[in-house]
C-alpha cells in the first residue's frame, strides 16, 4: 500500500462576492473526482459558530483568522487536507496559517471590486454603502492582496472547473497528492 502524503491546506482568498465559494465547491468537487477527503472552513460558517454577535472590527478579526488558522493546524495535523474558503483581508492572517501548516497553497481570486460589488448576492456591499456595515473589505477596511500568491484566478473571466484544475495540478507539481490521487480519471 503505497504511502499517503501528508495532508496540505489550501487557502483561498479574494474581496468578498470574488468568486470564493464558487471555486471552492469547483475544487470540492475535483478532489472527490479523486478520491481526496477534504474539509471546508467556510468563514460565514464558522463565524456563526464562534459568536451569535460579529463586530467585524480588527479585533474580532485578528481572534476568528487566529482560530480558523490553529482549526486548519490541527485537521491538518491529523491527516485531513482543508480549503480555507475566507477572504482574510489582511495578509497576516493568511501568513499565521502558512508559517502554522506546512503544506500550504494560497490562491487568490483576482476580481475587481466593481465586479464583485454587483454580484454581491448577500448584500454585503449595499450594507456598506448604506451605512449598515461598517467594516466591509474593499469599501471601509483594507484588502490586501497576496503580494506573492500560487494561483491566480481572474474571477470575471475564469471558469471556475477550469480554475480548480489549476489548483490540483499546483498541489501536484508539489508532490502533495498521494500516489491514489495522482493517477488518471
Known amino acids: 500500500m503505497p504511502e499517503i502524503s501528508r495532508a496540505f491546506a489550501v487557502w483561498v482568498t479574494g474581496l468578498p462576492a470574488s468568486g470564493k465559494s464558487v471555486l471552492t ?3 470540492v468537487k475535483r478532489f472527490n473526482e479523486r478520491g481526496l477527503q477534504s474539509v471546508v472552513l467556510e468563514s460565514d460558517a464558522l463565524r456563526k459558530l464562534f459568536s451569535t454577535e460579529t463586530h467585524y472590527d ?3 478579526r485578528d481572534y476568528f483568522y487566529g482560530s480558523i488558522a490553529f482549526i486548519g ?10 480549503i480555507f474558503d475566507a477572504t482574510a483581508n489582511k495578509r497576516a492572517y493568511r501568513d499565521r496559517a502558512r508559517r502554522e501548516i506546512h503544506q500550504f497553497l494560497e490562491v487568490y481570486v483576482d476580481t475587481p471590486l466593481e465586479v464583485s460589488m454587483q454580484r454581491d448576492p448577500k448584500g454585503i456591499y449595499r450594507k456598506a454603502l448604506s451605512g449598515e456595515a461598517t467594516h466591509v473589505p474593499g469599501i471601509q ?3 490586501e ?10 474571477g470575471d473571466r475564469e471558469n471556475p472547473d477550469d480554475a480548480s484544475r489549476r489548483i490540483v495540478d499546483a498541489l501536484d507539481a508539489r508532490g502533495w497528492l ?7 480519471q
Request: hydrophobic share 35%; net charge negative; proline share 11%.
Open 73 to 82: 493546524k490541527v485537521l491538518t495535523d491529523h491527516g485531513l487536507s482543508v
Open 58 to 60: 480588527d479585533q474580532d
Open 25 to 27: 465547491a469547483a475544487l
Open 178 to 184: 498521494s500516489p491514489r490521487e495522482n493517477r488518471q
Open 141 to 143: 477596511a483594507e484588502y
Open 145 to 154: 492582496p497576496p503580494l506573492k500568491p500560487d494561483v491566480v484566478v481572474h
